[in-house]
């Protein structure tokens, strides 16, 4: 079966809300690119539910949410819909989070280095600080 269907009528996707609030607004495509600083190609794949391999799952949501709130949605409504609908894509938010966790990890782990790195340049200063006012006398 078809999944745009539920219980016998078509469920809307977040591209024909958009679509849909912008047209009930008065807006075209191109109005909502230049006020949102977007290509026009991105608000029709927006629209489209066409997600380009190359874009960032980030930057996508971003479009969408800022879409959302120049055509009066609710944050709530978009990521409601948004995790929806695209599941996997809703949920890298936990990737970046990891991405995080696995950096400040590193940081931890390598501490000791960066605080002899700093002993050693504050040494190094204070040495090169002395034998300039010695050989000044």
């Known amino acids: 079966m ?4 539920d ?3 078509k469920t809307i996707t977040i591209g024909e809300r958009l679509r849909n609030a912008r047209e009930v607004m ?3 495509q191109q109005a909502v690119a230049d006020r949102l600083y977007l290509k026009i190609s991105t608000i029709r794949d ?10 960032s799952s ?4 971003g479009y969408i949410r800022s879409y959302a709130r120049l055509v009066h949605i609710s944050d709530d409504e978009v990521m409601l819909m948004l995790s929806e609908q695209y599941p996997n894509l809703y949920s890298k938010s936990t990737s970046s989070h990891s991405l995080s966790l ?11 280095l960066i605080k002899i790195s700093c002993l050693m340049f504050v040494l190094i200063v204070i040495l090169v600080f002395f034998i300039i006012g010695v050989t000044i006398k």
């Not at 980030?58 to 949501?61: G, L, V």
Request: charge should be neutral; glycine fraction near 6%; hydrophobic fraction near 30%.
């Open 46 to 55: 927006i629209e489209e539910n066409d997600i380009h391999p190359n874009i």
């Open 2 to 5: 078809n999944n745009d269907y």
């Open 26 to 28: 008065g807006l075209s």
């Open 7 to 9: 219980q016998g009528h």
């Open 102 to 112: 696995k950096k400040i990890n590193y940081l931890q782990k390598y501490n000791w």
């Open 58 to 61: 980030i930057f996508f949501r």
